[in-house]
């Protein structure tokens, strides 16, 4: 989705800049030690959205709006000029809300897929090397995070053991507490359903409104939208599946359908 929507807005794209170094500092606003070994790359921070002192807002702002340059963030964009940008990140929804509610000029798109998608798409990841996974330990390390929303969860939390098990409570947390914060109702917000766009063309044009560009090229849509991400699979079942998956057994299924349920977000489960 970043691709297709930089290419039709000739933006620049950020790949992830909110990489968190193990010294608790934004990894990218720092001129130390400027590589992603040091970062635990599943970690996520949670920031309350008017949080009054937050250590992190200058940080934030830095990768927000000031130039970047390093092999990390840029493994996404072709060299050319550009007078937009598009960040793309997979580790900012805990602190969306913060975000929109102090940067209120800034568009984000919010997107949400279907979770037994997710799960199985980084459970074929990390087989093939890509690091995903969640530690309970970043949950609790965070006492704001679990005062605020996810101490009903604990048990649960603590007792799952397997793979798909640790990364549907990971793709709930990551939409849990910003559908339980508004995130979806603030102006400069928009909720995208990630398996909606497969449905036709049409489904991008609230996106191109809402970002100011007025429509979309045919043209570049298709092309763009035909190529499998770099960063994922290449095989997509549709939304909600129940056939034969290679990475997820049933009982991982039912697995997420149940937790998906105990944190709310059934209506999730079968987006289409």
């Not at 970062?39 to 250590?55: A, F, G, K, T, V």
């Not at 092999?71 to 990140?89: P, Q």
């Not at 900012?92 to 975000?99: G, P, R, V």
């Not at 609230?206 to 298709?222: E, Q, S, T, W």
Request: hydrophobic share 40%.
């Amino acid at each position: 989705m970043a691709d297709v929507i930089s290419k039709m807005t000739r933006a620049r794209q950020i790949f992830e800049p909110f990489l968190l170094h193990r010294a608790g500092y934004f990894l990218f606003t720092a001129h130390r030690d400027p590589t992603e070994a040091n970062c635990d790359l599943n970690y996520e921070l949670y920031i309350r959205p008017e949080s009054p002192s937050c250590r992190y807002k200058d940080q934030i702002a830095d990768i927000l709006f000031k130039p970047h340059r390093n092999s990390w963030c840029d493994k996404m964009c072709r060299h050319g000029i550009y007078r937009k940008r598009l960040i793309k990140d997979i580790r900012a929804n805990l602190f969306m809300a913060y975000i929109a509610h102090n940067w209120p000029s800034l568009k984000i798109l919010w997107v949400v897929r279907n979770p037994v998608d997710v799960v199985e798409s980084q459970v074929a990841m990390r087989k093939v090397g890509y690091p995903f996974d969640w530690n309970i330990g970043h949950i609790k390390s965070q006492p704001e995070l679990l005062h605020d929303w996810l101490s009903p969860f604990l048990p649960e939390m603590e007792a799952a053991k397997s793979l798909p098990e640790r990364l549907c409570h990971k793709w709930c947390i990551e939409n849990f507490i910003p559908f339980k914060q508004g995130v979806a109702s603030r102006p400069n917000v928009l909720l995208v359903r990630y398996d909606n766009l497969v449905a036709g063309p049409q489904q991008w044009e609230p996106i191109m409104r809402f970002l100011g560009c007025g429509g979309y090229d045919a043209g570049i849509l298709g092309r763009e939208t035909a190529k499998p991400s770099k960063v994922s699979r290449k095989v997509v079942l549709g939304p909600g599946s129940r056939q034969e998956r290679k990475h997820l057994c049933p009982e991982d299924m039912d697995y997420i359908e149940r937790t998906v349920r105990l944190y709310g977000l059934d209506g999730l489960l079968s987006t289409a």
